[in-house]
């Protein structure tokens, strides 16, 4: 979760399910006579016109919640916050259901290609702001995470008071997470089946790649084979732990990469380039089991998705 988006404060306005990022102003080497100028020094990406336009639309505010204007004076030792805003946000043509919730707890069943949270190119286009506008709860937050190109089941918390205790569920691998892939079927691994994977995985130096180095492992995935059609085959992944693109890099180390999947083995040049929205990644986030830490009540939830051979 990005650094932008996530230190929010609780008492400034929320836009359109966005809450404002916080930002300090301290005592730098760097002298600066106005906010605007800090700006542009601190996010090189964010050209001056479009923190003027900011500016004008009062979307950049002191820390008491007053519109800055581009003559604002920089103070050393305060907050100032910001919305963020994307330019020509690509629209993701699918839906997200909410299957449950209670007082405490939301679950969603996501679509392929929408991300959980704000970050990068995507912001309006994103589950957790979605959610926010459809349902009015702006105190809700992810609890876990899935890849932008996996469907499948995300649990959120509805206040900010319960926030650790679910996510201390994911930490301490209290939860049961089932997955569904369709991958190639190899016939010298079908003897093996259960396959229980593990290998240690760190950021590569390939763009978001993630990779197997030796050392000892930090994560490890159970694979059963389920179904068989032709050269394809579907598989229930059970994940224990929870390293970005886990599942991904672990079904390529065996052979079997997922359909669609443009990362892994060999990152696709047209990865960065925009969506096929007709090749979803043939990863699923079918089944979500736990034992709720505030009300007590065992909880299955299962998506209403399916992947088919």
């Known amino acids: 979760m990005s650094f932008e988006y996530y230190l929010q404060s609780m008492h400034m306005d929320i836009k359109n399910g966005i809450s404002p990022s916080k930002v300090f102003l301290g005592n730098t080497e760097k002298t600066y006579l106005y906010v605007i100028d800090f700006l542009v020094d601190r996010f090189p990406s964010i050209s001056k016109d479009e923190w003027l336009a900011r500016m004008e639309q009062s979307l950049v505010l002191d820390q008491d919640g007053i519109p800055l204007s581009s003559h604002a004076v920089y103070s050393s030792n305060t907050y100032i916050y910001y919305y963020r805003q994307v330019e020509h946000e690509e629209p ?15 679950i969603a069943d996501k679509p392929h290609f929408l991300p959980v949270t704000p970050g990068g190119h995507y912001l309006q286009e994103t589950l957790l702001v979605r959610l926010k506008n459809k349902t009015g709860l702006q105190d809700l937050s992810p609890i876990h995470r899935i890849d932008r190109e996996t469907a499948g089941l995300v649990a959120f918390s509805k206040k900010a008071q319960d926030r650790n205790l679910y996510q201390a569920l994911f930490r301490e691998r209290a939860v049961e997470k089932g997955y569904e892939a369709i991958a190639p079927y190899r016939h010298e691994l079908s003897n093996q089946f259960p396959i229980h994977y593990q290998s240690r995985l760190e950021e590569s130096e390939v ?12 994560s ?12 394809w085959a579907k598989y229930q992944l059970q994940l224990g732990s929870g390293k970005k693109h886990q599942l991904r890099v672990h079904m390529s180390a065996l052979g079997i990469p997922i359909k669609n999947d443009l990362i892994y083995p060999e990152l696709q040049a047209h990865v960065k380039t925009g969506h096929d929205f007709s090749q979803p990644l043939q990863l699923l986030a079918k089944e979500l089991r736990f034992k709720d830490p505030i009300t007590g009540l065992e909880h299955y939830f299962s998506s209403q998705q399916a992947l088919h051979l």
Not at 92 to 106: G, R, S
Not at 207 to 218: A, D, L, R, T, Y
Not at 220 to 231: R, S, Y
């Open 207 to 218: 763009f978001i790649q993630m990779h197997e180095v030796p050392g000892e492992s930090n």
């Open 220 to 231: 490890d995935t159970v694979i059963h084979l389920m179904e068989i059609k032709g050269l």
């Open 92 to 106: 993701i043509p699918f839906e997200e259901i909410i299957i449950y919730q209670d007082d405490h707890l939301l």
